[in-house]
């Protein structure tokens, strides 16, 4: 949320959260996969 809505920088939002560059790129990932794999199953595949 804060990369994409709030338009920080990976660097700001590591900093911010007192992680590494690695984990945060990995939370970041994550996610965004999470987010997908839901729009995915509540949007894209609903019948009706």
């Not at 939002?13 to 995915?40: K, P, T």
């Amino acid at each position: 949320m804060l990369r994409e809505i709030v338009g920080l920088e990976t660097d700001e939002i590591c900093q911010d959260m007192n992680l590494s560059q690695s984990a945060c790129r990995v939370y970041l990932h994550r996610a965004r996969l999470g987010l997908r794999e839901c729009l995915e199953q509540r949007w894209f595949n609903a019948k009706g």
